[in-house]
């Protein structure tokens, strides 16, 4: 066991985790990061296809994530726009793909218009929002205890729309059921980005890719601070009092005046801590807990679907698989096509046996681009919530009512120790972008105590 003594432990190298003990070095503390996996990133995770890099965990960077992109330059990190030239393609409830283009959503003209109505009454609410502290709204209570199904059975009356806008925040980004989680919750991604169109909008949620994949943004971070950062050390107990921690890791003893623990809160469970954490502490952490998704990048020699001008892109509210995206590297040396199931769909699909798991899936990509996506030469998969390290994704969430009740203590440290994490970030909720803006606030917060 290695002893260190320093001025701040940080727990967990994902992008948080990172950005808070750059900001911390910065300013001249000693700093020494814990790490559970034997790398840097934990939701952002590099793969190699094709003699290039592509991503596993999360990977588009959008125009609203401004204190990530003015990082990029100062990390060496050039970003390209992601593939969208082409027809994207709606498949509707019966199966039959529909090519459109990418200005509209590939629905009739009512429930194109149903769900634009839609959208501007959920754009309207999350304006009101300070998306720093969603539960300070006016109507924060009435919004928390209603479903985002109850809301989208009441506001909208075009079935198809609903179907859509359903499947954009549950499946798109909550990845749990419409009615696992509040209004109020699912508000809070909307205001987190500035509104359904930065959320929704492929143009703007999916603009960019990261030119070496996302991983490299945690990995240059890492390389910033060289030896502090410790790999494959999980954190299993921390001792604390008014003077500060003793972190107790696989690897490394480390003492130190505060600590930030930058992982999702439903793992800090899995921390012994000593005292035991307050109880209004330990309540939100059994309260909140992660969507499930299992991301599929499919690999065929070429981007065939390109030569079909066909974008690559596409939707399926109806369906099992749901979405597609073209993720083919930027020299389009191969073909890549990429899925995410959700929430129940990661349910379903992970009792099947990887066999027919794999058919099933690629019998829906087919759906979208016809059968040669039946034919791939590769097939890659990952279940997040079977990852060990942060059991499930996008990231953590409340249920019914839990915002409210725990919201307004989510950030706020107990004794010497502060948190940090995406998924508590306000301006950026759930993306790299919040990550980085969460894990500097709770620097600034240690430095500030
Ligand atoms: C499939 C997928 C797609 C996504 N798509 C996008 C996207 O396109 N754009 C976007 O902006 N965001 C996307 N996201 C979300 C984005 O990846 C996350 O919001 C962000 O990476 C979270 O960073 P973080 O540092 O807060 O948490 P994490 O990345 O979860 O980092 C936490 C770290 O803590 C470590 N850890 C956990 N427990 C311990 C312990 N006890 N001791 C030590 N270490 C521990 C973990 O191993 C991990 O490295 C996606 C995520 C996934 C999974």
Known sequence: MHELEVDVVVIGAGVAGLAA????????REVVVLEARDRVGGRLWNT????????????????????????????????????????????????????????????GEASEQALLEAEAKLD??????????????????????????E?????????????????????????????????????????????????FAPEQCLAYRVVGGSQLIPIRLAERLGERVVLESPVRAIRW??????????????????AIVAIPPNLTTAIAFEPAL?????????????????????????????????????FAPHQLVREIYDNTPPSASVGVLCTFLPGEQADLVARLDPSARRAAILEGLAAFVGPEALRASDYIEVDWAAQEWTRGAY???????????????????????????????GVGH???EGGVRSGEAAARGVLDA
Request: charged share 30%; net charge negative; aromatic share 10%.
């Open 151 to 199: 809301w989208l059975r009441r506001e909208v009356r075009d079935a198809e729309a609903r179907e859509n806008l359903r499947s954009y925040l549950a499946d798109g980004f909550l990845t749990k059921p419409a009615h696992g989680f509040s209004v109020l919750q699912g508000l809070w991604a909307i205001a987190g980005a500035g509104g359904t169109y930065e959320l």
């Open 278 to 314: 307050p109880a209004w502490r330990l309540q939100l952490e059994q309260a909140i807990s992660q969507g499930s998704v299992t991301k599929v990048l499919a690999v065929y020699d070429h981007p065939f679907w390109r030569e079909d001008g066909l974008s690559g892109e596409g």
């Open 241 to 258: 009092d008014r003077a500060g921690v003793e972190v107790e890791s696989r690897l490394v003893r480390a003492r130190a005046r505060a």
């Open 395 to 425: 990231a953590a969430t409340f249920g019914i009512g839990g915002l409210t009740r725990f919201g307004p203590y989510l950030r706020e440290p107990v004794g010497p120790i502060h948190w940090a994490c995406a998924d508590i970030a």
């Open 430 to 432: 759930m993306h790299m």
């Open 21 to 28: 003990a750059n900001v911390l070095r910065t300013e001249g």
């Open 48 to 107: 190699e296809i094709g003699g290039e890099a592509n991503e596993l965990g999360g990977e588009w960077v959008a125009p609203y994530h401004r204190r990530l992109r003015e990082l990029l330059p100062e990390l060496g990190i050039e970003l390209f726009p992601a593939y969208r030239e082409g027809d994207d393609v709606y498949v509707d409830e019966e199966g039959r793909a529909h090519r459109h283009s990418g200005d509209g959503h590939g629905l």
């Open 124 to 149: 309207a609410l999350a304006k009101e929002l300070d998306p720093e502290a969603p539960w300070t709204h006016e109507r924060a209570r009435e919004l928390d205890t209603m479903t985002f199904d």
